[in-house]
């Protein structure tokens, strides 16, 4: 599992670096929703009972003031049973500054759980492991078991 994660982090980042290519060339857009679903859903059969989208209130408490970056794509996902380290989230900001501005945010939240808010020992050695990598304005974080 890991080293798909590591994989998937690696397709996110070249993705990112194609979309950072000379103004000459067409910038590549990566489709993050169907990045999630046939990359990474589909490999582990996550579906809509295993995974749930992160917003209003629970985006808020998880990353306290990421919804206030303004992104062209966003895909939160996190397990319906809390217990379970397996979270990801997906961005496309609108600039490198708010792209930034978000690896911050979603760093603190890997700290944070790694530091005794995920309060199993298991658990935080997981968030630990977390990873959050910034491309252009392509913004990733994987945090799994």
Do not use: H
């Not at 589909?42 to 209130?57: F, H, K, L, R």
């Not at 303004?70 to 895909?75: F, G, I």
């Amino acid at each position: 599992m890991k080293k798909w994660m590591a994989l998937a982090l690696a397709a996110l980042m070249m993705a990112g670096l194609a979309a950072c290519g000379s103004k000459k060339e067409e910038t590549k857009n990566v489709d993050l929703a169907a990045f999630y679903q046939d990359s990474i859903a589909a490999e582990y059969g996550w579906d809509e009972n295993t995974m749930a989208d992160i917003e209003g209130e629970m985006l808020e408490m998880y990353y306290p003031g990421l919804a206030e970056i303004t992104t062209k794509q966003m895909v939160a996902k996190a397990p319906r049973m809390s217990a379970v380290v397996n979270e990801v989230v997906f961005l496309e900001c609108e600039t490198e500054e708010d792209a930034k501005k978000a690896s911050d945010i979603l760093q603190q939240r890997i700290d944070t759980q790694a530091e005794g808010g995920a309060w199993y020992p298991e658990s935080m050695e997981a968030w630990g492991r977390g990873v959050v990598d910034q491309q252009g304005t392509y913004v990733a974080m994987i945090a799994s078991a």
